[in-house]
Each structure stands twice: as C-alpha cells, then as structure tokens.
C-alpha cells in the first residue's frame, strides 16, 4: 500500500517561536524528513546568513533526539508524534481520502456510529455534523422530498429536518407556507 502514496507525506511550514521571526519548513518524503529554516533579523551578523536545511532519512530521524527537539519547539508535539508514525511506517489512509469521498462513506453509518466517529477529530466531527451528509442521509431515506421539504431543509438545516417528527414537520411546512404566502400576497 505505500506505494499508493505521493512523494511528499507531509509538509508545514512554522514560525520560531517568540522572540524569534525565524521561518521554518517541514517536509516528509517518502524517504527523508527534510527540515529548512531562514533566519530573519535586523541584526547585522545575521543579515548574510543563509537559510539552512537537514536532511536525515526516516531511520536516522527517528534517533536524532536534537531534530525531534526542534521539531516539537517549531511545530508541537503533536505534529512530532505525526512524523515519527509516518517514518515508522504507520500511515493514516483515512485522513488522505477527500471530504466527498469521506461523507460518502459515513452516509452509510448507523446514527450510532456516525455520532462516535463525530467524537475521533474535529474533521470528523465537522464532516459529521455537515448538512451535506445529513442531505445524502435524507435522501437515501426518503423516496421523496419535495419542493417544499428541501425549502425547509435548506432554512432549518438537513440535520434538523431529519431529526424532526413527522407532526412537528407538516406544522413546519404548514408555517412555511403561511408565512411565504402571506409575503407574496403583500408584493404589488
């Protein structure tokens, strides 16, 4: 399966932090985790300096402590715990795959399972509470939705519309076109 992979894994790029302005990148290839850096100063003696770049591949970084050390400083922890599964070898297909491709996927989940998967990341939980997926959800549960539903879905909400009642829906609707048919009776 790695070879489904593209060249560059990962990539960010980061500032020092306070006092520093230095700039930073962070690449991981296939092969290499690339770490560059620019010094940005008003002071003199750094003003010539150029920018820098270390190269190690995955099994040296995984030993070089003062790299890891850097990057934890530059990038957090978390972003170091990424780097080293992926040089590790510990890929995270799931997060490759494209929003689209994700909702369709969770289309097909029980309620159960769409509202724990909501709790793993915030992606999830974003993707999870879109009306996008609530709509795929609707539709595949309905056999029909009419103009006047999707109206309602698309002032509500798909989320909310499916999780309406069927009596609190026709009140709904009910309201809709009391209140739409009232507007375009008053327009000259």
Known sequence: MASWLPETLFETVGQGPPPSKDYYQLLVTRTQVIFRWWK???RSE???TKPGEAKEIHEDFLENLH???????IF?????????NLCE???????????????????Y????DIARLSQT???????????KLWEQIVQSTCHTITPDVRALAEDTGWRQLF????LQLQRQLRKRKQKYGNLRGKQP
């Open 67 to 73: 790299l890891q050390g850097q990057t934890a400083l």
């Open 46 to 48: 750094y003003r010539s």
């Open 163 to 166: 999780f309406t009642n069927k």
């Open 121 to 131: 990341s915030h992606r999830f939980a974003k993707l999870c509470m879109s009306d």
């Open 89 to 107: 070898g510990k890929f995270d297909f799931l997060e490759r795959l494209s929003d689209n491709l994700l909702l369709n996927i969770i289309s």
């Open 109 to 112: 989940l029980d309620l159960e």
């Open 40 to 42: 940005i100063s008003l």
């Open 76 to 84: 957090g922890t978390r972003i170091l715990n990424y780097v080293i």
